[in-house]
């Protein structure tokens, strides 16, 4: 069964030559051995190298649309043969990006200096601190900059000199046959790793790199209205770059601890308010307690379970992307009226004497049934067959 160049790589029968040599260049960046050492990763590379160099070659190319395979005879991938002909990916890069064949035009020495990376840190706060922001100091273990070399890696009184392999450009050129033909590649050159310059006598400290792990303790400033999840952004608090470059940033990400009163719902916030029947009936002012202060809430009589009594500003700041808190939400109270469960004879007696006042009592409600006027004879008569 003939091979399915084109699957292999992705791309349209129809696909011109640029589209396939992308869709080559993508999935060679993911499957050399350089980068991905997985075996079955280099065998689907030799696959995906075999099938390019067929439908890069336009004879080749021809003989597959027309229901061929050109490597039928034997020499397939995965022969044991290194389809690159020794080439690293770094090669392959430089033939698509790089020096083209015959040409020069390198890219030259990179900085020793390099951007530092950002740092991740997780506190725990609880919903208090979240309303009132909160100043915290934390520990922190990242690269600081070298104290006895400031970042140039050198000892006292030396400085780096130009390296001899590469003679300062950062990277070596070779010439080289492949499935491209004759190509001219650079690669960094292995003695100054691609800097063009070697240090000849490293810092005793830092050992060349220009900075040391060091662990300090720091401020963070955590604004009011913070919620899970959310991160503060520490500038120039996260790790310092090799060479003693700009440190990146510290992100002190919250961890909202659950409250045992009171649920979020971003700047809202919910509870719930258990009230005697007596109380839901006849009304009442009682005392709230928020997380600021303590509050009168008025129940009025006759108040049902699950009403919900909406207290205006008194939920968390709302803090907006620009770090500014742009007023307050609301403090949601959901009422649950409590039925009693044991009652001694008088308070029975006085319940039925307060539904026979109020008509509630059973017999008549029994009554009511019996004689066809309850609930769900009159129901019967709304909806008549």
Do not use: W
Request: glycine fraction near 14%; include cysteine.
């Amino acid at each position: 069964m003939a091979r399915d160049y084109y699957g292999t790589l992705g791309v349209r029968q129809d696909a011109s030559a640029d589209e396939i040599k992308r869709a080559y260049r993508k999935l060679a960046r993911e499957l050399h051995p350089d980068v991905n050492p997985d075996e079955a990763a280099q065998q689907r590379f030799r696959e995906v190298t075999a099938c390019y160099e067929v439908l890069s070659d336009p004879q080749k190319r021809k003989i597959v649309d027309m229901g061929g395979d050109p490597l039928s005879n034997g020499a397939a991938s995965g022969g044991g043969r290194d389809p690159f002909g020794g080439f690293g990916l770094g090669d392959i890069m430089d033939a698509f990006f790089g020096a083209a064949a015959g040409g020069g035009g390198g890219r030259g020495p990179r900085s020793r200096v390099q951007p530092g990376s950002d740092a991740l840190l997780r506190i725990e706060l609880t919903l208090e601190e979240c309303n009132t922001g909160v100043s915290r100091d934390i520990t922190v273990d990242t690269a600081i900059l070298c104290s006895t070399c400031r970042g140039s890696g050198c000892a006292a009184g030396t400085s780096p000199t130009q390296c001899d392999t590469c003679g300062g450009r950062g990277e070596v050129q070779s010439v080289q046959r492949s499935f491209l033909g004759q190509v001219v590649t650079a690669r960094a050159c292995p003695a100054c790793r691609g800097y063009g310059e070697i240090i000849p006598e490293p810092c005793g400290t830092c050992i060349g790199e220009g900075r040391v792990r060091s662990r300090r303790t720091i401020t963070a400033k955590i604004p009011p209205g913070v919620a899970d999840g959310m991160r503060v952004r520490l500038s120039g608090q996260g790790e310092v770059g090799p060479g003693g470059g700009p440190a990146g940033d510290l992100y002190v990400e919250v961890q909202e601890l659950p409250h045992h009163t009171f649920e979020r719902a971003g700047a809202d916030l919910h509870c719930t308010l258990r009230v005697p029947m007596t109380t839901a009936a006849l009304g009442a002012v009682l005392k709230l307690d928020t997380l600021e202060d303590q509050v009168e809430l008025e129940v009025t009589p006759g108040t049902q379970a699950g009403t919900e009594l909406v207290m205006s500003g008194r939920g968390l700041p709302r803090l907006r992307s620009t770090g500014r808190v742009d007023g307050r939400g609301d403090l949601h109270v959901h009422i649950e009226v409590e039925i009693p469960t044991k009652l001694d004879a008088r308070q029975a007696e006085l319940l039925r004497e307060l539904a026979t006042l109020r008509g509630e009592e059973e017999s008549t409600l029994a009554s009511a049934g019996r004689s066809g006027g309850g609930l769900f004879s009159r129901l019967r008569s709304r909806h008549p067959r």
